[in-house]
């Protein structure tokens, strides 16, 4: 059998090892090409692009399937099936048409839920208890297609995008395997998804983590941790970026002003914010130019901030 790998990030890399190291045979891998990685710095490659290379496989990276040549030279590895794992681009119909046995696409929600672009930062966002991956046949929608297979794994309180994206990962790569060996050997149905029950998630954009002090703790608590590794929960303090890297939400209400600051005697909670509905306790930090650390090691340096007000008005009250 032969397979055409496509994906982009770290998320992608655990299902490419795991066809390797399990003897299935991949002629190409494609991926996003290669961007910029910031100001002055050389183009970066993606983590499924390293991954290839470690391998030595053949790298394939075109800005999109648009022109013929891209789609004639995709046909060109002559592939009984794709596997796709967070690709970043939308495959139109000449591309799906190709392999025999289709495109089978890893999907990191439980699929109708949270369908797009960030279904892990969703599940985060949403309060939701479990999440999991689908494993479905690609069709011309947006995570429409039948799904061939879902695993379920539970979300901590301290998993963050990152953490739990890793977590998915894990499975996605063994629960891939029993779906190319079941459905090659005509043993898998799809079935279709649910319409009623579709949710969908966009893009992120960088202002989506500025933080409203006037939100629920709990809600700004769920964001600090949907938005790490990015675009990262933030806010300002005395003209600076002051970035809440971890946190935790508290009940109690402290009759003070939204967005104000208050010490806290809870151990790594050294100082919390007021927020809409209850204080929102500071676990870790990083102020803008400075390293991150924890919430008690900048209060010992940084005591003017009690009393704060954060986002807004920044004098003492």
Same mark, same amino acid.
């Given at each position: 059998?032969?397979?055409?790998? !496509?994906?982009?990030?770290?998320? %992608?890399?655990?299902?490419?090892?795991?066809?390797?190291?399990?003897?299935? +045979?991949?002629?190409?891998?494609? =991926? +996003?090409?290669?961007?910029?990685?910031?100001?002055?710095?050389?183009?970066?490659?993606?983590?499924?692009?390293?991954?290839?290379?470690?391998?030595?496989?053949?790298?394939?990276?075109?800005?999109?399937?648009?022109?013929?040549? %891209?789609?004639?030279?995709?046909? #060109?590895?002559?592939?009984?099936?794709?596997?796709? %794992?967070?690709? /970043?681009?939308?495959?139109? *119909?000449?591309?799906? #048409?190709?392999?025999?046995?289709?495109?089978?696409?890893?999907?990191?929600?439980?699929?109708?839920?949270?369908?797009?672009?960030?279904?892990?930062?969703?599940?985060?966002?949403?309060?939701?208890?479990?999440? /999991?991956?689908?494993?479905?046949?690609?069709?011309?929608? !947006?995570? =429409?297609?039948?799904?061939?297979?879902?695993?379920?794994?539970?979300?901590?309180?301290?998993?963050? =995008?990152?953490?739990?994206?890793?977590?998915?990962?894990?499975?996605?790569?063994?629960?891939?395997?029993?779906?190319?060996?079941?459905?090659?050997?005509?043993?898998?149905?799809?079935?279709? +998804?649910?319409? =009623?029950?579709?949710?969908?998630?966009?893009?992120?954009?960088?202002?989506? /983590?500025?933080?409203?002090?006037?939100?629920?703790?709990?809600?700004?608590?769920?964001?600090?941790?949907?938005? +790490?590794?990015?675009?990262?929960?933030?806010?300002?303090? *005395?003209?600076? *970026?002051?970035?809440?890297?971890?946190?935790?939400?508290?009940?109690?209400?402290?009759?003070?002003?939204?967005?104000?600051?208050? %010490?806290?005697?809870?151990?790594?909670?050294?100082?919390?914010?007021?927020?809409?509905?209850?204080?929102?306790?500071?676990?870790?930090?990083?102020?803008?130019?400075?390293?991150?650390?924890?919430?008690?090691?900048?209060?010992?340096?940084?005591?003017?901030?009690?009393?704060?007000?954060? /986002?807004?008005?920044?004098?003492?009250?």
């Amino acid at each position: 059998m032969r397979i055409v790998f !496509m994906g982009t990030p770290e998320f %992608a890399v655990p299902s490419l090892d795991y066809l390797l190291l399990n003897q299935y +045979q991949v002629v190409a891998v494609y =991926t +996003q090409p290669d961007s910029p990685a910031g100001r002055g710095r050389p183009l970066a490659i993606s983590p499924i692009k390293k991954a290839a290379i470690s391998w030595e496989l053949p790298v394939v990276q075109p800005v999109n399937f648009k022109k013929a040549e %891209a789609v004639e030279q995709l046909a #060109d590895c002559h592939p009984d099936v794709i596997v796709v %794992a967070a690709f /970043g681009q939308i495959l139109p *119909q000449s591309v799906l #048409d190709i392999p025999a046995h289709g495109c089978i696409n890893i999907h990191p929600s439980l699929l109708p839920k949270f369908r797009g672009a960030s279904p892990v930062v969703a599940a985060i966002l949403a309060g939701s208890a479990f999440t /999991g991956v689908s494993i479905m046949l690609l069709d011309r929608g !947006m995570d =429409t297609g039948p799904v061939l297979a879902r695993a379920q794994i539970a979300i901590s309180e301290r998993d963050t =995008t990152g953490s739990l994206a890793v977590k998915l990962s894990r499975v996605a790569a063994p629960l891939l395997l029993e779906v190319l060996s079941g459905w090659l050997k005509g043993e898998l149905t799809p079935r279709p +998804q649910d319409e =009623t029950e579709a949710t969908y998630t966009s893009v992120l954009s960088k202002s989506e /983590g500025e933080i409203d002090w006037r939100l629920p703790a709990v809600d700004i608590w769920r964001r600090v941790r949907a938005f +790490q590794p990015w675009p990262g929960c933030y806010t300002r303090w *005395q003209g600076k *970026q002051l970035k809440i890297i971890e946190a935790v939400p508290l009940t109690e209400e402290a009759g003070l002003e939204i967005g104000q600051v208050v %010490a806290l005697d809870k151990g790594e909670t050294a100082f919390g914010v007021n927020t809409g509905k209850g204080i929102l306790g500071i676990l870790a930090v990083q102020l803008e130019g400075k390293r991150a650390m924890p919430a008690a090691e900048f209060l010992r340096g940084q005591r003017q901030i009690i009393g704060a007000i954060l /986002g807004g008005s920044e004098s003492p009250r």
